[in-house]
Every structure is written in C-alpha cells, then in structure tokens.
C-alpha cells in the first residue's frame, strides 16, 4: 500500500470498485473494526432512468413474489410492461421513500449485472451470475478453484447459501445451489 505524506497529512490511495449512483462506498478495516462511509458526489444531479433496461429483469422479482403478476406481466407489451414497471415501484409517489430506495437498488443491481456479467451479445442481467446477483445482491464471499474440467465460481451468501458457476469455454452456468 502506497501512501504519501505531504505537509503532516497521510494520504492513502482508494480503489473505486463501484461509483454508481452519484457517491462512492468507502469499506475499510481499522484496528481490527469494519468501517464504512458513503461519500455523495453531485447529490443533487438529476438520474434519468431507462426503463427500458429492467423490462426483463423485472420478472425476476415478480417471478418470486407473486405469480399471478408475474404471468399477467410476461403476457403485456412492451411499452405496457414499461408503464407497469412505473406503477409497481410507485415511482409517482416522491413521498415513499421506502420504495424509491428498492427500486434505486433493483436497477443498480441490474446497471452492474450488465457491466459485469454480459457475454458477446447477451446482457449480463439474462445470464445465470446476473440473475442471481439481481436477485441476492452481492455476495459476501466469492471462491474460484480451477480444475483440469474448467473455473468454477462459488458465491456465498449468508446462512452459508452457495450458488457455484462453471465456465469451460464459454459464459458462467449455474450448476449448483444450496
């Protein structure tokens, strides 16, 4: 770890792993103690979002929330689908705090399945690692162990639940869960 010492001040170096969202989240240990510290920028910049992008991850929730939705969605059009997303979040309602902050997380979910897990023409939320970052988040501890057969990649959820992925030559598959 590199730091530099200018006038009696430390200054260390901070990986940025995600800066989305207008502010960073700053994860360190200090004498033994997990610290955190979200630091906004321009928290007063306007986010436009493109519904447009979470149509199809939007089944992934109503798939394991409500079925009855979940089929009534699947059979909508687009733009229907679309004004249905809106109306589900009750993006309307600036005062639901609550709602505003789910559905800030769902597209950042979505925002970083894509950046992160897209391969050659399919988006990263239609994979097997985006649909189950999207709908667990991140993971608290992620294994890879290679064998002559291919990578594998274990993550680890709380209450030790695992999902491992297997690539051979090609994108991450769920092979296992638990």
Known sequence: ??????????????????????GLVIKMIY?????HRMILLD?????????????????YILEN???KQYREYTQLTFENKVNYIKKYWDLENQNDDISNDLFKEFYKRVEYADRNFGYLSTDGWYTDRGKIYIIYGQPLEIKEEFTSEGEYVIWVYKNNKQFIFYNRYGPYILIDTN
């Open 43 to 59: 928290r007063y910049k306007e986010i436009n979002y493109n519904f447009e992008k979470i149509v199809g991850p939007m089944e």
């Open 31 to 35: 004498n033994d103690n997990y610290r």
């Open 1 to 22: 770890r590199i730091h530099v010492n200018k006038n009696g001040i430390n200054y260390y170096p901070i990986e940025v792993i995600d800066d989305f969202f207008n």
């Open 65 to 67: 929330s409500n079925f």
